[in-house]
């Protein structure tokens, strides 16, 4: 039998979005240290994956709009913070247009001089190793100098249609 010749459908934003957002993502917030200024740069990402293990690469992608991520890059080393159930108020702060994000935020710099959020469920210090354009987004894949886990259990932040939750295990 042969398949039958079809051809693709014209997909615009509202489908996409509309479809989309039932799939349900963690939170991420994505931090640096400015080198020469000494400022904090910091969006918020919940296309943040694990890509792979040997080696340890993870990725994110990036908005062409987004003006937090050029500077965050620019510092060659930045941080992952992957927020917790109870983050809702980071994820706002972070995720606003504007200077200074985290100037309200608790976080301690870490040993590779990025911004650790406290609170958050884990930290990944991170290298970007390759950004690429797909679409209207950047790809990036970076390499994980170093990640900790957050000591005792939490629950992550999750973004789904719209709003945020937790997660709750089936009975
Ligand atoms: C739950 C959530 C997920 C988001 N995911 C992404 C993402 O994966 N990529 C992205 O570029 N922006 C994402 N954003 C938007 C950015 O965090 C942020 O709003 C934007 O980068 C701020 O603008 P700026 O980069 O100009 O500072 C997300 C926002 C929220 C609240």
């Known amino acids: 039998m ?3 010749v079809l051809e693709a459908r014209r997909i615009d ?4 979005r509309v479809v989309m957002r039932h799939l349900p993502t963690g939170v991420a917030a994505i931090c640096s240290t400015d080198p020469v200024a000494g400022t904090q740069n910091g969006m918020i990402v919940g296309t943040f994956a694990s890509l792979s293990m040997e080696p340890a690469l993870v990725t994110f992608s990036v908005m062409h709009s987004s003006t937090s991520w050029p500077r965050i890059a620019e510092a060659g080393q930045f941080s992952i913070s992957l927020l917790a159930e109870d983050q809702q108020q980071v994820c706002r702060a972070l995720s606003a247009k504007g200077e200074d994000k985290l100037g309200d935020v608790a976080w301690s ?3 590779w001089g990025t911004p650790h959020i406290h609170g958050s469920l884990a930290w990944f210090d991170c290298r ?8 209207d987004h950047v790809v990036v894949i970076a390499s994980v100098l170093d990640m900790t886990p957050a000591e005792g259990a939490s629950a992550p932040l999750i973004f789904h249609g719209g709003r945020f939750g937790s ?5």
Do not use: C, K, L, V
């Open 13 to 16: 934003s509202d489908t996409y």
């Open 2 to 4: 042969t398949a039958p």
């Open 109 to 111: 710099e870490s040993a």
């Open 128 to 135: 970007i190793e390759q950004q690429f354009t797909a679409g």
């Open 167 to 171: 997660f709750r295990e089936n009975a």
